[in-house]
């Protein structure tokens, strides 16, 4: 990541109306900020959430609440919890995110 012409500034992730994107089963509530080429987010997953694609885009992610399972496309799953986080490359293993408990993300891309 090369993070360049972004001054000091802070988010009140509160005040960022959010925008709803349906997933296969479910919704995902994002609350986004853009600065140049960096993607910042406050995601929520509904409980039962299924994401409708398979995502090649690299992230930063952090769980913050809730449990997040993602499956790559070559069937291994990973399950995270609060505390914990996966960094993925641009076109590396496909994968998408689903929860039967609902999901806080902090996301980074």
């Not at 296969?24 to 853009?34: D, N, Y």
């Not at 090649?56 to 070559?74: M, Q, Y």
């Amino acid at each position: 990541m090369d993070i360049q012409h972004l001054p000091f500034c802070v988010t009140n992730w509160s005040e960022i109306p959010p925008t709803t994107h349906l997933g296969e089963l479910g919704s995902a509530f994002w609350h986004t900020q853009q600065f140049g080429h960096i993607r910042v987010r406050m995601v929520e997953y509904s409980p039962g959430y299924l994401a409708d694609h398979w995502c090649k885009k690299g992230h930063v992610l952090f769980c913050i609440e809730g449990e997040l399972h993602t499956e790559l496309d070559d069937g291994r799953v990973f399950v995270l919890k609060p505390g914990m986080s996966y960094q993925i490359a641009d076109n590396a293993e496909a994968h998408r995110s689903s929860t039967m408990t609902g999901a806080k993300l902090f996301i980074v891309d």
